[in-house]
């Protein structure tokens, strides 16, 4: 079975990241039964879905209004019509 490690976050929420991959899952890449080895508490911290993202989705919105200039010739595209 595959080894993984508990970790529990501020809010409360719980994620279970792996250790290492057993022999089984590294042939067939199907996932066994998780075999917690070990507990971690970050208490500072929230799990990725509860993080302020007001930055993250910023920039994203940002970038996605950047028309890109890839009409140069703008002329050429209306006159093949």
Request: net charge positive; proline share 2%; aromatic share 8%.
């Amino acid at each position: 079975m595959c080894d993984y490690t508990k970790v529990e976050y501020a809010c409360g929420h719980l994620r279970y990241t792996v250790r290492a991959w057993c022999l089984k899952y590294q042939e067939t890449h199907k996932r066994c039964p998780a075999n917690v080895v070990a507990i971690e508490y970050r208490l500072d911290e929230k799990c990725g879905d509860c993080r302020d993202t007001t930055n993250r989705l910023y920039t994203l919105k940002k970038k996605a209004s950047v028309i890109p200039n890839s009409k140069k010739d703008g002329a050429s595209a209306s006159s093949s019509k």
